[in-house]
Structure formats: C-alpha cells, structure tokens
C-alpha cells in the first residue's frame, strides 16, 4: 500500500519558522532516497531538499542555510525544518521519493508566509 501523508504546514510571519513531516509507507521509505518538493500558484513543482537512505542531503540553492531535511528510520517519517521563512517559500509542500520515478502524489501541506 502506497502512503505519503505531509502534514505541519500554517500560515507565519516572515522570519518564522514551520517543521513538516511526511509519514510514507514502509516499502516506499526503506528502499528510496526521499524529498521535499514544492509547488507555488503559477509555477512548477521543484526539489526543495533531498535525503539519501544513509542520510546524505542536498538543497535547492534558494534553501540552503535555511532548511534542513531528515528521516527518521524507526518512524519512517522525513522530516522539513524551515527557519527564516521567506515571502516566496509560500507554497504546497509535498513529500515524495527523490529521484522522481513515479507520478503518484499526496495530498500535500500548505504553508504561507506572509511579510
């Protein structure tokens, strides 16, 4: 069964901070790398930040020093701090194997950050 369920997203001030999480199921969590996409109104969803299985991460440039992305294996949840929100991180927040080789989504987590 295919599960990616994304959840802790709100609306916050500029400056702010928000921690999603992404419980997946267990077939989909212990055999991928896994991210952190997103999709602001009017563009196209782009990588945020992705986490190998053995914990290596990387970042869109636009997120770097600000986001950090981790799992946690006995939980089989990844993890997306955001500290310093920014205006135009306001987007849908979705979680999702990383590399993408597959077209199934969930249902995502909004944030907003208001200036």
């Known amino acids: 069964q295919v599960q990616l369920v994304e959840s802790g997203g709100g609306l916050v001030q500029a400056g702010g901070s928000l921690r999603l999480s992404c419980a997946a199921s267990r077939n989909i969590f212990n055999n991928n790398a896994m991210g952190w996409y997103r999709q602001a109104p009017g563009k196209e969803r782009e990588l945020v930040a992705g986490?190998?299985?053995?914990?290596?991460?990387n970042y869109a440039d636009s997120v770097k020093g600000r986001f950090t992305i981790s799992r946690d294996n006995a939980k089989l949840t990844v993890l997306l701090q955001m500290n310093s929100l920014k205006p135009e991180d306001t987007a849908v927040y979705y979680c999702?194997?990383?590399?993408?080789?597959?077209?199934?989504w969930g249902q995502g987590t909004q944030v907003t950050v208001s200036s």
């Open positions: 986490i190998s299985k053995g914990g290596t991460t």
């Open positions: 999702n194997v990383y590399p993408l080789w597959w077209h199934y």
